[in-house]
C-alpha cells in the first residue's frame, strides 16, 4: 500500500503541475494529510525551493511509519504535522503562502466544506495558493458511480454520505470566497487506477485575490 500511495502522490503531483504553483521560503498547508504522502511528494519535488517547508492537517490521521522514516532522512526540518481539523488551522492571518486538498471536501458536509475554505482563506496571503483536487460528478448517473466507487476504494458504509460538486461549481464557489482559478486538469484516471471504470476527477489551483 506504501508503494501504491507513493505512486498516486507522484500522479496527483504531475497533473497539477504543482511545482509551478509553489514558490521558495513559503509554507503549505495541507488540509486532511492523511497518511502523508503527498506531504512528501511535495517537499521530494521542491527540494530546489530553498525555505519552502509542508505542514500537515488531520483530525485523525498521522503519516504512517514509512512516510515518517524517510521525511527523516530526506526532508529533516522542512516539515511538520498537526492534528486537528481544517477548520482550525494553526496559522496566523495571511501567514503562509498556500493550501491544498486532496480529495478531502466531497467527505463533509457543504456547510462544513465553507467553514473549511473560510479559514484557509484567513491564513493564505494575497497571491498564495489553493490546490483542490476532487471527484467532479455532473449529473446523478455520474454521482452513483463515483460514490460506488469512493466507496470500495475507501473502504466506507453504504450509509457514508458524500457532498460532490461539478467543476462549474466549484469555480463559481470558490470564485466568491476570493479565490480566481488559475489552473485546471481534468482527468478521469489516475495511477494506479482503482476504480472500475473512469471516474471525473479534476486537478484545480486557485490565487487569492
Known amino acids: 500500500m506504501d508503494s501504491l500511495l507513493r505512486r498516486r502522490a507522484r500522479d496527483l503531483f504531475d497533473k ?24 512528501e511528494h511535495l517537499l521530494l519535488r521542491t527540494s530546489h525551493l530553498p525555505g519552502l517547508k509542508c505542514v500537515g492537517v488531520d483530525p485523525m490521521w498521522k503519516p504512517i511509519l514509512q512516510v515518517r522514516d524517510r521525511l527523516k532522512r530526506d526532508a529533516k526540518g522542512r516539515y511538520e504535522f498537526f492534528q486537528t ?27 462544513m466544506q465553507d467553514k473549511i475554505i473560510a479559514e484557509i482563506t484567513r491564513v493564505v496571503s494575497k497571491g498564495g495558493v489553493l490546490i483542490l483536487f476532487e471527484d467532479t460528478p455532473s449529473n446523478p448517473k455520474e454521482w452513483r458511480h463515483v460514490e460506488r466507487w469512493d466507496r470500495i ?51 484545480m489551483v486557485f490565487c487569492k485575490a
Open 85 to 111: 481539523g481544517g477548520e482550525h488551522l494553526p496559522f496566523g492571518p495571511e501567514s503562509i503562502g498556500g493550501a491544498s486538498l486532496f480529495f478531502v471536501l466531497h467527505h463533509v458536509s457543504y456547510e
Open 16 to 39: 497539477g503541475d504543482l511545482g509551478a504553483h509553489m514558490k521558495a521560503g513559503q509554507t503549505y498547508a495541507d488540509v486532511g494529510s492523511g497518511s502523508g504522502h503527498m506531504i
Open 153 to 203: 476504494q475507501n473502504f466506507e458504509s453504504p450509509r457514508e454520505k458524500h457532498y460532490y460538486r461539478p467543476i462549474a461549481s466549484w469555480i463559481s464557489h470558490l470564485a466568491s470566497k476570493g479565490f480566481d482559478l488559475i489552473h485546471q486538469v481534468p482527468f478521469d484516471k489516475m495511477v494506479p487506477q482503482m476504480g472500475l471504470r473512469p471516474v471525473p476527477h479534476c486537478a
